[in-house]
């Protein structure tokens, strides 16, 4: 079956250092792959997406790469801010109708000034 | 993109009471939405799959008869969780997919239960 493990947090930084978050898929087929990101007592908003393999996702200062040969779409920003204190999901969905997402279990950042 | 909203966004209730979530689609239809149910500092997990004039599909563990869906046009599902009980407070996420190829799905704000 689909399945997505992310690195568990919690995760603390210092402003301005660089982040990265882990995360691997199980899949079959060619999913569609996510990083969504939930604000303190907020939904879930699409922080960035890549629908195969190779290409990058990227969205105010986060990247992520589609790599099918280590199965992976790992979370990166070079220069992490206060504001960006949330939890990330990684998330992915077959390509194939509507079907739901499958998370990971979700990574806890705070960045501390 | 797609907006998708959910009313309320919190509630609080007495055991026992029932409750109905509303999730819209406010620009696109959704033949499909999804209901997740999040507990403190834990991930998403999905209920059932709400689809438009059929029985919703739930997930293996949740009580069909608990947690009522009902999918009634194409930008409108509804949640109702029946008597429902303190081990029922959570935050009640529903989301739908856009109609791209890359199944893009839309969530809603979220609902906060508490049962008192």
């Known amino acids: 079956g689909n399945s997505v493990t992310q690195m568990e947090g919690p995760v603390t930084l210092s402003e301005e250092a660089f982040l990265t978050i882990n995360c691997t898929y199980t899949a079959t087929g060619y999913p569609s792959l996510f990083w969504y990101v939930q604000y303190p007592g907020e939904g879930l908003q699409l922080l960035l997406k890549a629908t195969k393999a190779d290409d990058k996702g990227s969205n105010k200062g986060f990247e992520a790469t589609y790599r099918k040969e280590t199965t992976s779409f790992h979370l990166e920003k070079g220069s992490v801010q206060v504001s960006d204190s949330a939890v990330y999901f990684c998330a992915l969905t077959p390509n194939s109708g509507n079907t739901p997402l499958v998370f990971g279990k979700g990574t806890r950042l705070s960045v501390i000034a | 993109g797609a907006v998708v909203s959910q009313h309320p966004s919190r509630v609080i209730c007495k055991s026992g009471t029932s409750v109905k979530i509303e999730c819209r689609s406010l620009d696109f239809q959704a033949t499909t939405m999804f209901w997740y149910r999040q507990f403190p500092k834990q991930s998403l997990m999905l209920m059932a799959t709400s689809n438009e004039g059929s029985k919703a599909t739930y997930e293996q563990g949740v009580e069909k008869d608990k947690f009522l869906i009902n999918h009634a046009s194409l930008t409108l599902s509804t949640l109702t969780v029946t008597s429902a009980h303190p081990e029922d407070s959570s935050f009640y996420i529903c989301?739908?997919?856009?109609?791209?190829?890359?199944?893009?799905?839309?969530f809603g704000p979220g609902t906060r239960l508490t049962v008192l």
């Open positions: 989301s739908a997919p856009g109609l791209a190829s890359d199944n893009e799905q839309f």
